[in-house]
């Protein structure tokens, strides 16, 4: 059941310009993670950030949590044509959450 | 990280015939998987969750009879789309849950029934 959304909806940048995606969420969480999605393709699992855990970064992304505001943030950096995907989180805890993901295009 | 994979991870087939996806914990043992269906441009649907050696509970709104849910081991899920219509074509994907609580999301496999 629908219990957060992630903003924006579509994002478009240049290449080399940072893209930054939003997830809010309503219940208490153990986990939250990011996948990426190309069109037509599989989920790849990119980062879980545990509830206890303000941030993480691998490579060029970096993720942020704040439970206060039950939100997170994926930041993507120095990004690429190839990092053209929809992005989702995925909340796990009282009550589980798959977004409906932000569809990012990167503008080579 | 934990990996679950599926086999296949695109498959075609013709209307009326069965399809079979499987969905592994490569690293890990799952007590819980879960199958999830995810329509063009949109979030994941929960079609059923499976425990290992019990019957899989279902969502209100799925055909037990039509998607049939096997969990035969703790690293093992199965799914199988009985005679398989073109409105089934979708993309069907499975997560596994770790003995600790944090569930991992397999890749996905397309279906598309001609």
């Known amino acids: 059941s629908q219990q957060g959304e992630e903003d924006p909806q579509a994002l478009s940048i240049q290449e080399g310009e940072n893209a930054t995606m939003n997830c809010s969420y309503k219940t208490s969480i153990n986990n939250l993670q990011w996948y990426r999605q190309n069109s037509g393709r599989g989920l790849v699992h990119l980062i879980l950030i545990r509830s206890n855990e303000r941030e993480k970064h691998s490579g060029r992304l970096r993720v942020t949590l704040d439970t206060s505001k039950k939100s997170s943030s994926l930041l993507i950096t120095a990004s690429r044509a190839a990092d053209t995907a929809s992005y989702f989180c995925a909340t796990d805890g009282d009550q589980f959450y798959f977004g409906t993901g932000t569809s990012l295009t990167v503008i080579p | 990280g934990a990996v679950v994979s599926q086999h296949p991870s695109w498959v075609i087939c013709k209307s009326g015939t069965s399809v079979k996806i499987e969905c592994r914990s490569l690293?890990?043992?799952?007590?819980?998987m879960f199958w999830y269906r995810q329509f063009p441009k949109q979030s994941l649907m929960l079609m059923a969750t499976?425990?290992?050696?019990?019957?899989?509970?279902?969502e209100q709104g799925v055909e037990k009879d039509k998607f049939l849910i096997n969990h035969a081991s703790l690293t093992l899920s199965t799914l199988t789309v009985t005679s398989a219509h073109p409105e089934d074509s979708s993309f069907y994907i499975c997560s596994a849950r770790i003995p600790r609580g944090e569930q991992y999301f397999g890749p996905g496999t397309r279906l598309t029934v001609t």
């Open positions: 690293d890990f043992q799952a007590t819980t």
């Open positions: 499976s425990n290992e050696g019990s019957k899989a509970t279902y």
